[in-house]
């Protein structure tokens, strides 16, 4: 399919997020450029990913086949939105909750996208930086608040302050708690 309209930074942005949480390959492609690639940069040995993709069927499967293969539950909220329909490059704090299909533990994790758009052809992503600055985990009892939790969020944009309200009370959170203390860089 021929992506036949220009699209957002917000929108491309959203659609890879809903894409990703719902376990819909598909909607990468409305999402990303033929030729997009996906940069990793792991803080963290709590999950695992290749360091880099190329292309989109290789970028879909890492960040989306893949990765719902293995969680459910996903929820992923930008910690800031684009202030503009077309930019080059866009830059944002990320939070991610979601649950391992195989043994319900639950993992809360953020850290930074750096988005490259294809600002001159119709404004997918050409080239996406996912820093993962730490991922919590959680035993499986920890689900139904962290969940809870996560919900109450607004989806999929949201601030600082949003994600800290109703942040439940448990030590393995802490780096996350921390995290969410920033002040928007845009």
């Given at each position: 399919?021929?992506?036949?309209?220009?699209?957002?930074?917000?929108?491309?942005?959203?659609?890879?997020?809903?894409?990703?949480?719902?376990?819909?390959?598909?909607?990468?492609?409305?999402?990303?450029?033929?030729?997009?690639?996906?940069?990793?940069?792991?803080?963290?040995?709590?999950?695992?990913?290749?360091?880099?993709?190329?292309?989109?069927?290789?970028?879909?499967?890492?960040?989306?086949?893949?990765?719902?293969?293995?969680?459910?539950?996903?929820?992923?909220?930008?910690?800031?939105?684009?202030?503009?329909?077309?930019?080059?490059?866009?830059?944002?704090?990320?939070?991610?909750?979601?649950?391992?299909?195989?043994?319900?533990?639950?993992?809360?994790?953020?850290?930074?996208?750096?988005?490259?758009?294809?600002?001159?052809?119709?404004?997918?992503?050409?080239?996406?930086?996912?820093?993962?600055?730490?991922?919590c985990v959680l035993p499986a009892s920890y689900q139904t608040p962290v969940l809870q939790w996560l919900s109450a969020i607004p989806y999929p944009w949201s601030s600082y302050g949003e994600a800290r309200a109703g942040l439940p009370s448990i030590?393995?959170?802490?780096?996350?708690?921390?995290?969410?203390?920033?002040?928007?860089?845009?």
């Amino acid at each position: 399919m021929i992506q036949t309209r220009s699209i957002t930074a917000a929108e491309a942005i959203s659609t890879y997020i809903e894409a990703k949480d719902r376990n819909l390959p598909q909607l990468m492609k409305r999402a990303f450029v033929q030729e997009c690639e996906l940069q990793m940069q792991l803080l963290t040995d709590a999950i695992s990913f290749p360091s880099s993709a190329h292309g989109l069927e290789s970028v879909t499967d890492v960040l989306v086949r893949n990765f719902g293969s293995q969680y459910e539950n996903v929820r992923t909220v930008c910690l800031s939105r684009p202030e503009s329909n077309r930019l080059p490059q866009f830059q944002c704090d990320w939070l991610v909750g979601m649950s391992n299909k195989s043994d319900g533990d639950v993992r809360v994790g953020c850290g930074e996208y750096t988005w490259d758009f294809d600002a001159a052809g119709d404004g997918r992503v050409k080239r996406l930086l996912i820093k993962i600055e730490f991922m919590c985990v959680l035993p499986a009892s920890y689900q139904t608040p962290v969940l809870q939790w996560l919900s109450a969020i607004p989806y999929p944009w949201s601030s600082y302050g949003e994600a800290r309200a109703g942040l439940p009370s448990i030590d393995a959170l802490m780096p996350i708690a921390q995290f969410l203390r920033r002040e928007a860089r845009n």
